[in-house]
């Protein structure tokens, strides 16, 4: 068969974050200085959704002919499958719409965490959505596509080691790069485990399941060799969600990453408590350059109140300053316009966060993913249900205590007044400008 993976790069959107729902981009508010901001957000090209990778190597090992199509229709194709986000959804239905109206006998797979979630969004169109993990495919395709519903569920991948490693070449991977984690290029995206054992009732991570699987790391290592070999990658983000959560697969998976002949660059997403010091020494030792971290609020009430596990403010400090120490860039994601956020509490986390001083701070606008228990909460405070505006940097809710436009607003002086700060360029410019270091250590040579 031939089969095209749909995908757009329009409205902004990087499905691979919020769980397979998608962020946007940093919308660039606030006059130059929120454009400058946005530069540096947009100036990347950064890889295709993981899923993708991961399909065409699938319907590869199928022995089935893999074409990717980036905002056209290629006709001819004998399976289209379509990997919507929430920001895009409209622009895939209509997609979908128009596919079937010019090749009315093409079918059509619809799959990813919104068709899992969402499934009547496309009710009334003439598609096989597939709930669950889709990679499953490689087993079930031709079950799939001799179903006569609408709705097929799958379920998850009991051993993650039974997939063949992603397949990167339809999307010329040459061209991938995600700058605020790296220096070397090109980048590619990995995981050692799918799942969370954690609770917080606003994250869509724990949507399909609240546990977690890993894989053998000596198949991390394995697909790491190979996409050096066949694509030159040298810097890899790794997709898991909490990365770190078994401490042996981490060591493990450290040393072998060490032998590797030629030293690659990685980035991890993880919980600042699963890190200790010791942990971040070995991990720097065989290549991580960067961390991303949620902290999301010093108020432990609000934490508390929506099921985060809270982390020590000393704790947290603590973190950012090791890791500035030992040359790890941190990315820490804040969250503001909970429903009973004031203009105060919202400075409370901009002042925290310029105290922390982590290496880029991210300041979500809290957003209620369908699917999660926050969503199911607070329904009717939700203001609007365009998904298109489910960006993270847009107010979709009602505000005890604020307008939609004074959340958009301290959101605005949230970026402007962290970035633009002595304070700030004084302690991470090193991390910003690696070559810094260089140059520091050839000026002052050790004595």
Known sequence: MHIVLWDTRRLDASKDFAGGFGVGYYPGRGGLRGRIIRRYYTRDHRPVALLYAHLAAVFGRLGHRVEYA?????????????????ITLELERRTIAELKSRHPNARVLVVGLLASVMPEAFDSLDVTVVKGEAEQLLWKLDEVLSYGGQVVQLGTIEDLNLLPPPDWSPFRPRRFRIGYDFWRFPTTLIQTSRGCTFKCSYCPYTILENSARFRDPEAVLDEIRHDVRHWGF??????????????KVVFQLAELIGRLPRKIQFSIETRIDLMRPEVLRMLKRVGLTSITVGIETPDEETLKRYRRAPIRIDRQWEFIDTCRSLGIRTVAGFMIGFPDDTEQSIRRVLDYAKMINPTFANFNIVTPYPGTEFFREIKEQIADFDFSRYTVYTPVLKYRHLSAGQVEELHTKCFRQFYFRWKYLGENAPLLWPWLQTFSRRACPAR
């Open 70 to 86: 980036e905002d056209r229709i290629p006709g001819g194709a004998d399976l289209y499958v379509f990997v919507p986000s929430l």
């Open 234 to 247: 040298r810097s890899f983000k790794f997709r898991d969600p909490l990365f770190g959560l078994n401490r």
